[in-house]
């Protein structure tokens, strides 16, 4: 049983990254005792088993020269052999000069394992290397890596648990150096070669200054390509097929009603100035199928579209790596973005997708998070359509606002919560434009799977809404929660029914705020609440289903107590 796994290598050889690659988000410092050389620990699960992770200060040997190879060599020695593995990192561009402290290893009966890494480096600098040549050389399982990508990773894990200590004979400083040149001679090829584009577009979008750039450019892209996809469709197929096919149809029909009672009210809804208005009348047979199909189908198949382009040219994991220290600090990793950016489309598959999260812990900060500030594609057409007339100010003051508190509620959470949270292991694949016929069929799944799931919500609350109207039983809910809506948020208190049926719909909830005369302060302070409160009823039942009633409970309490405090601030701070 493998009670401890030692990092060691070089200085500059990618330690480091190995290591967060290796143990997650929680990590340990400690320093040496008697000395102020640190050294980080953190855990791995290898099989079933949780395992110590010990990141050593960087040695060139086993000879200590500096007070850091001190503390790696009394660390090393301090371990019991038999119960400990030894990964050694290895510059992949540097291979002789890093085979020194290999041997060294190996010769003192250490249960060794090589991570060559910055293998992706030493390909573009035409450095080949044959790693089943080496490693039948050394006697020992040798994985070529990229630690900052995850390419190799998983195999260095899975291979972990094939160690078994062995020994050479041991060498002198010498005879060490020339077993090198051997080795090196028999594994190692120099080739010239040139940077494919494709080569310095990957490398490119994954370091921090040029991949930050290439991030913000692209999601800008990304977002302006969805609203001209989406008004597109709107303008020239949804909005004519409803205003000039549909309504006619069912503007016969409700003249044809002779009694307009509870069925005229249910299917046809209110009559806007003797008129039917496709979003303020709630009629089943009108807001609703408006709603779904005419505003909020169309921006879904371009978000839909344009996400599934990212995932397939190979984006998206890329754009994972960029985020990863940054969502560290939320306690998650930097596969999340993508459970967040599917949140984006619908936080029903959203929340699903935070199943790939490899701990409790992780899947209830993502599930928190993207309930809270992540608003679906349904939700922020209408905040456009809501607040857009207004300027961009107040509609860019949303997302800040989201934004704002997904930082900070994140970093709460990891704080305060307890658990654990690995790492997870994401391979990237090259760049490659997708085959349009895959794309198509993904397409076609996404948008069938958003209809299934939300047509039958968008009906029954409609209808229940309806219903509830139509009886008054608002104006009691109304008349309690009135002294909050209004002393607090300041908002009136005809808000309170759309706020209410925001656990219903929320698109819908915000759709009920235009014929209530808000004044733009009034409007942003409503959306931003139906966006950070209570989740849409579908999403609350996937909620249930994924953390468990205890865990659903602590989110709500999260989302509530969150509602409260940033519905007061932007009411007393925001002066018009």
Not at 482 to 503: D, N, R, S, T, Y
Request: one cysteine or more; hydrophobic letters at 50%.
């Amino acid at each position: 049983m493998i009670k401890k796994i030692f990092l060691i290598g070089n200085p500059n050889v990618g330690k480091s990254v190995v290591f967060s690659r290796l143990t997650g988000v929680q990590v340990f410092s400690s320093n040496y005792p008697g000395t102020t050389v640190g050294f980080a620990k953190g855990y791995l699960m290898v099989g079933n088993e949780k395992v110590e992770v010990v990141d050593l200060p960087g040695t060139y040997s086993l000879e200590p020269s500096t007070k850091a190879e001190e503390v790696a060599t009394s660390l090393l020695r301090e371990s019991v052999k038999e119960e400990s593995v030894i990964i050694n990192i290895i510059d992949a561009t540097n291979l002789e000069r890093n085979l020194f402290l290999t041997l060294q290893l190996i010769e003192e009966g250490y249960s060794v394992v090589i991570c060559l890494n910055m293998c992706d480096d030493a390909a573009h600098r035409g450095v080949d290397i044959n790693t089943s040549s080496l490693e039948n050389i050394l006697g020992v399982p040798v994985i070529s890596t990229c630690a900052v990508t995850g390419v190799g990773i998983k195999l260095l894990i899975e291979r972990i648990k094939e160690v078994t200590p062995g020994a050479k004979n041991k060498l002198g400083h010498q005879e060490r150096w020339v077993e090198i040149g051997k080795i090196i001679e028999s594994v190692q090829k120099l080739n010239h070669r040139h940077h494919t584009f494709r080569e310095l577009l990957e490398d490119a979008s994954v370091r921090p200054l040029s991949g930050l750039l290439m991030s913000i450019a692209v999601i800008y892209a990304s977002f302006k390509v969805v609203r001209f996809i989406g008004e597109n469709i709107i303008t020239k197929i949804t909005d004519p097929i409803f205003f000039d096919l549909y309504r006619p149809l069912l503007e016969r029909l409700s003249s044809s009603w002779q009694e307009k009672g509870f069925w005229f009210h249910l299917l046809i809804g209110d009559l806007i100035n003797g008129k039917i208005d496709f979003k303020q009348s709630l009629g089943v047979l009108t807001t609703a199928p408006y709603i779904e199909f005419g505003m909020v189908l169309p921006y879904v198949i371009s978000f839909y579209f344009v996400l599934s382009l990212l995932e397939d040219i190979g984006y998206l994991p890329r754009l994972a790596i960029l985020l990863d220290n940054l969502l560290h600090r939320l306690g998650l990793h930097g596969f999340a973005i993508i459970p967040v950016l599917l949140g984006f489309g619908c936080n029903v598959p959203g929340i699903l997708a935070t199943r790939a999260l490899e701990s409790k812990r992780e899947r209830f900060i993502a599930s928190t998070l993207i309930s809270i500030g992540v608003p679906c594609v349904p939700l922020q057409a209408m905040i456009f359509g809501l607040l857009g007339a207004f300027g961009g100010f107040y509609v860019g003051g949303v997302y800040l606002v989201l934004f704002s508190l997904l930082l900070i509620i994140g970093v709460i959470m990891n704080r305060t919560l307890k658990g654990y949270s690995p790492e997870f292991l994401l391979e990237i694949p090259p760049y490659r434009f997708p085959p349009l016929a895959v794309l198509g069929k993904k397409l076609y799944f996404r948008i069938r799977g958003f209809i299934i799931e939300a047509v039958p919500i968008v009906l029954i609350g409609v209808a229940v809404i309806n219903i509830l109207i139509y009886f008054r039983l608002f104006d009691f809910i109304t008349s309690i929660s009135a002294p909050v809506i209004k002393g607090l948020f300041g908002l009136p208190k005809e808000a309170v029914v759309a706020l209410v049926i925001g656990f219903f719909r929320k698109d819908v909830a915000v759709g009920m705020l235009m014929p209530l005369g808000l004044s733009a302060k009034q409007l942003f302070i409503s959306a931003t609440l139906l966006a950070i409160s209570f989740p849409c009823i579908a999403t609350f039942v996937v909620l249930l289903k994924e953390l468990g009633v205890r865990d659903l409970i602590k989110s709500t309490l999260i989302m509530v107590f969150t509602s409260l405090i940033i519905g007061t601030l932007l009411n007393f701070a925001i002066i018009r």
